[in-house]
Nanobody, 124 residues
Framework: QVQLVESGGGLVQAGGSLRLSCAAS????????MGWFRQAPGKEREFVAG????????YYADAVKGRFTISRDNAKNTVYLQMNSLKPEDTAVYYC?????????????????WGQGTQVTVSS
């Protein structure tokens, strides 16, 4: 099982950028599809972006398409989320998770344990 630690959140003005990182432990990181999710106050956790184990395939929620980019570095056991043109509605706790199937990531039905997440706050 992969252990995950998110970082990189913070307070940013609307229109700004942040890059989130998710560091994974375990030798099998490169065999997992990875995803970013977020949960805003009073809302359900939702899928944001997913990437295949190879990094070749990626998918995005409509709300972030064109603004966010997911990437991974298997040599560093890390997945990233570059967030540009941030909006107040992007404010949430952001989490990463892993699954052997990208389809499971995109569907948001991952069964892996959730970490602490990292808070992203976008001011207007």
């Amino acid at each position: 099982q992969v252990q995950l630690v998110e970082s990189g959140g913070g307070l940013v003005q609307a229109g700004g950028s942040l890059r989130l990182s998710c560091a994974a432990s375990g030798r099998t990181f490169s065999s997992y599809a990875m995803g970013w999710f977020r949960q805003a106050p009073g809302k359900e956790r939702e899928f944001v972006a997913g990437i295949s184990w190879s990094g070749i395939n990626s998918y995005y929620a409509d709300a972030v398409k064109g603004r966010f980019t997911i990437s991974r570095d298997n040599a560093k056991n890390t997945v990233y989320l570059q967030m540009n043109s941030l909006k107040p509605e992007d404010t949430a706790v952001y989490y990463c998770n892993a699954d052997h199937h990208l389809s499971t990531i995109v569907a948001g039905t991952v069964l892996g344990a959730w970490g602490q997440g990292t808070q992203v706050t976008v001011s207007s």
